[in-house]
């Protein structure tokens, strides 16, 4: 308070108006709280920079090169020494605040043109090389933007009751821009730390809820600076807890499952075999295209298989019995006996296998479902499921093996063939063939095949290409549509703009192909284009890839995909390749030796941790032999060394003795006073401290025989015996570094 | 070599081992000696001066050691009697041919207006003989008890201290030799201090002790009510020591208690910690360690021990760098600076036994 006095005094005796001393004084009064405060708050403000420092170099890595980053990097510290050194803020404080904002905004504006005139001009790429005017412009830009900006949040937390908000507000902002890449299951990204922990086999999930805690500790403490940093350390052991307790949750509940692509009723709770009741799977308006790279499931392939479609079919359930208004999962014991249809524990196997074994192929295939599904899911045609221990419960929802009889005739081997399975009761025939009481389909499907040349007016395929090849030059394909609420959204469709995705499609081929007389069904699953594999093992299965299509049973076959491929589209369903999240997945699925060894390679060529562990063991081994074997040697000399040099090494065996259950020596401590203070626990070290201190101090002439040290050194040895508990002479015969502790 | 020459040569080593023994007993008896002759001294104050036992001890042995104690007490609190007990105890030898002027116990109360011929003593003129004898001052004894030393005049104060330093009285250019044994007792009032002359820390060095006495406990005080009468007429009952005892004894220990040098590298370490240390205006003499040495074996000797250890020099250490060390302004805790200074070199003491 003194200064606030002295600055009174002097100003009274000078002319000032006297508002404008109240000012002043005001003035100098805040810059004092401002100096003790900062004084006392080192270490907040301190902390407070590395958080805003790290929270615009996490920002500024993704946007820009090394330099910018560094730069970033040393104009938080610029900006908050700055706005924490009294120098600056004595000078600056009687300038308002909007005008001093103004003025630090209009420098950093300046900054970012001279960086962008140094980027653009050719002088400096002249003078300079390219690269390095390219460097030094996002230099200078970053450093103008985030001196800048400290700046700004500094001085608004200082000076306004708001700027602290908007502070920790911008480190927040910071955290989550940079970790957004992460959402919708995209576990590889950002790539910043994707690919660092990628490379270092470590869980990528691992990294980023660190980020996470790190974040959460970081606001809260800034935060807590603002108000009473007194209590900081108990408020980061609670908040360290939490975060911990979270990272424990994760362990033991797995994270959070991203609840999508549930459109065609595919993903959901596994079905229980009793309840059937879906929601309507056509989609009013527009079909959320947000989620749609979205990851949920991958798919190792064991067998090589390459479809000659173009695309891989993962077949998870069918729509076959009409309920009236539409084709539902169906109840009817005998109908869709291939379907595999609930996840078991063990082995389980189709009742109905496909026919045409001389066109197939045997491909088995190893499926890590990333979103829980109602029902197992494998490449066209599944034959057989076995669940599998998951190698990540962390990633994977379920993980099992399919069996597969991967089709590998093409259309023509159709042509000629007997639709309906053999074995079918007429009942179940009837039910394939079931659609709803509308005749336009009937008159749809006969004018379409009307025109086929005559040799195949009587074959099954040809009609049913004829239809699907009608649907792919007239039908528009699209998200947005306004079949959701008719009454039969299909008909809507075809018989009205045609526009529609996969599920009116499917639906309306299906009724086409009934409505003449073809057993169909629509299958529902996944069909990933065969270019995603791009050559690997694994395939990674997207909520884009989502589909429903129509299906035909041929005899001796089974049954057919004939997927209409509408050659309008009005929606870009292409996604980018996700080749590195494709892999990493693959290989956590795999689980195989190779996939650690690689891990393993990674690791050798960072830090070889293995050595290093391996060494720091072998190191520390060796020093517990070696202290095992000074300690029992120093245990072991008062009974072997010459009669000279028992008043040291009997003295001694004793001092280790004592240090064992943890009595010593206070440094500076005389001997004698220790063995006084000790007498109480061990009166038999006062007469062996006289005579250590008679030879040592003395004389050196009394000796007592080798026989007489022994005698007082064991001595000790009892006193130990009688005065202490037994797990306290246990540590101090574990322990191998009592020696250490004699003084 | 014969089985005769090996036994001759074995009984040799024998005498050889029974010869150092011979001395070593020999050396040891007398070292018992002295310590009985201290100890009998030391009895003889103990039962006239009651709970004082530390302060006796420290003033035997400074006695012992050759040097002199200055109390800092308040008055009535039995240092008249100290001294007096001391000097009745020492009585002189019988035999002596001793210079008779030396009386066993001498008291001189300083006063402002002392002159330093009244502690020396002066030259008479003896009109019988026509000649000057000198008139033997009060230094004159074995015990002087000086009290209130920090009331005379600066001038008396260094005459005082020159006989202490040097064992002798000049008069008129006559050197006065004081006896042997001679030892003051100097008291001063450490509170009031109005109208003395404070001794400066280089006359400070003249003494080896500087002794605070704080009043003696409850059972010692109520003991010293109840044998008040008693104790009156003990003087003649009590054991005595000739002076030529304490004089031999202090010769004895000289010789016969062993200073290690891990000792007086302990001594010298201290002083310069001491020196350095911020809190320190002004260190310890090498005087103070030189005087110190005695006390060191007289500590030792009293404790039965031939040789200097840890626990002589913490005893012994506060009272001797006590009124010698010159604190920074600030510092009040003396011994807070010492124990932080001695810590290290203690520590090293103790351990060099051990190496």
Known sequence: ??????????????????????????????????????????????????????????????????????????????????????????????????????????????????????????????????????????????????????????????????????????????????????????????????????????????????????????????????????????????????????????????????????????????????????????????????????????????????????????????????????????????????????????????????????????????????????????????????????????????????????????????????????????????????????????????????????????????????????????????????????????????????????????????????????????????????????GGSSLLVQAVHGHAWPEIYFRDVGWVIVDPAPQQTLVDMTTDPQNDLQQLLGDMLRDEAAFEEFLQSQRTSFLNLTIILNSLYALIGLTLLVAYLVKSYRLWAPGHSSPAQQYRVAYRAALDRLAGIGIRRKVGESREHFARRVAAKSPALLPLTQAHLDYALGHHSERLDAQQWRQLQSQVAKDIQQNFSPWKRCLAVINPFTWLLTR | MTTESLIDEAVAADDATDAVTAIDVNSKEKLGESVAVLNTLMNTVQQQVLGRNEVIELAIIALVADGHVLLEDYPGSGKTTLAKALGEAIVADEDSNADSHILPFRRIQFTPDLLPSDVTGVPVFDSSSNAFYFRHGPLFAHIVLADEINRTSPKVQSAMLEAMGEKQVTVDNVTYPLDDLFFVIATQNPLDLVGTYPLPTPQLDRFLFKISMDHIDREAELDVLNTYNSRRHLAGELATVTRSQVLAARQIIDQEVTISPAIKTALVDISRNLRTDDHVLQGNSTRSMVLMLPALQVSAALRGRDYVSADDIELLLPRVLGHRIELAPGVTDIHKVLKENMREPMEMLARSTLS
């Open chain 1, 1 to 534: 308070m003194k200064p606030v006095l002295v600055t009174t005094v002097s100003y009274e005796n000078c002319d000032k108006p006297e508002h404008l001393q109240s000012i002043e004084i005001i003035v100098s009064n805040t810059s004092t709280a401002n100096m003790t405060a900062r004084s006392n708050h080192l270490l907040p403000t301190g902390l407070r920079a590395v958080i805003v420092a790290s929270a615009f170099w996490l920002l500024s890595l993704s946007l820009t090169v090394v330099s910018g980053s560094v730069a970033a990097l040393l104009g938080c510290g610029l900006a908050c020494y700055l706005a924490a050194s009294r120098r600056t803020t004595d000078a600056l404080s009687a300038i308002r605040t909007p005008v001093l904002l103004g003025a630090v905004v209009l420098l950093s504006l300046l900054g970012l043109l001279l960086a962008s005139s140094m980027a653009n001009s050719s002088l400096t790429a002249n003078v300079l090389s390219p690269i390095t005017a390219f460097n030094s412009a996002e230099f200078i830009k970053w450093l103008a933007l985030a001196t800048g900006t400290t700046f700004v949040l500094r001085t608004l937390a200082q000076r306004t009751g708001y700027g602290a908000i908007v502070e920790i507000l911008f480190v927040a902002s910071a955290f989550v821009i940079t970790l957004a890449a992460h959402r919708n299951g995209m576990i590889h990204r950002p790539f910043l730390l994707g690919d660092y922990a990628i490379t270092r086999g470590i869980d990528p999930a691992t990294i980023l809820m660190a980020f996470g805690c790190a974040a959460v500790l970081a606001l809260s403490s800034l935060l807590m600076i603002e108000n009473n940093h007194r209590r900081l350390p108990y408020h980061f052991a609670v908040l360290g807890v939490l975060c911990l307790s979270l990272l424990g949750y994760i362990q033991l509940f797995g994270l959070p499952t991203p609840q999508l692509t549930n459109d065609l009723g595919l993903t959901g709770q596994a079905q229980d075999g009793r309840s059937n009741a879906r929601e309507n799977p056509f989609q009013d308006g527009e079909n959320s295209a947000e989620d749609r790279e979205a990851p949920v499931a991958v798919v190792v392939f064991r067998d090589d298989y390459e479809p000659i479609n173009g695309a891989y079919y993962f077949r998870e359930s069918a729509y076959s019995q009409f309920n009236g208004t539409m084709l539902d999962f169906s109840s009817h014991r005998s109908m869709d006996q291939d379907l595999l249809e609930n996840f078991t524990n063990t082995r389980s196997e189709t009742a109905q296998p496909p026919g045409a074994l001389d066109q197939r192929r045997s491909v088995r295939t190893t499926v890590g479902m990333l979103v829980p599904h109602r029902s197992p899911f494998g490449l066209a045609t599944p034959v057989a499921y076995e669940n599998k221990p998951n190698p990540n419960n962390l990633r994977f929802k379920r993980t099992y093996d399919v069996e597969s009889l991967a089709p590998e005739y093409d259309y023509e081997y159709m042509i000629g063939r007997e639709t309906g399975r053999a074995d079918w009761s007429e009942e179940v025939r009837q039910e394939y063939l079931q659609l709803p009481d509308d005749p336009r389909y009937g008159e749809l499907a006969q004018q379409l095949i009307a025109n086929l040349r005559p040799e195949f007016a009587d074959d099954p395929f040809a009609k049913a290409w004829a239809i699907k090849t009608y649907l792919d030059e007239n039908g528009i394909y699209s998200l947005k549509n306004e079949h959701a609420y008719a009454d039969d959204p299909a008909g809507s469709f075809l018989f009205g703009d045609l526009t529609g995705y996969c599920m009116h499609f499917s639906f309306a081929a299906t009724y086409l192909f009934r409505s003449i007389g073809i057993p169909a069904r629509v299958g529902i699953g996944y069909s990933v284009p065969a270019v995603n594999r791009g």
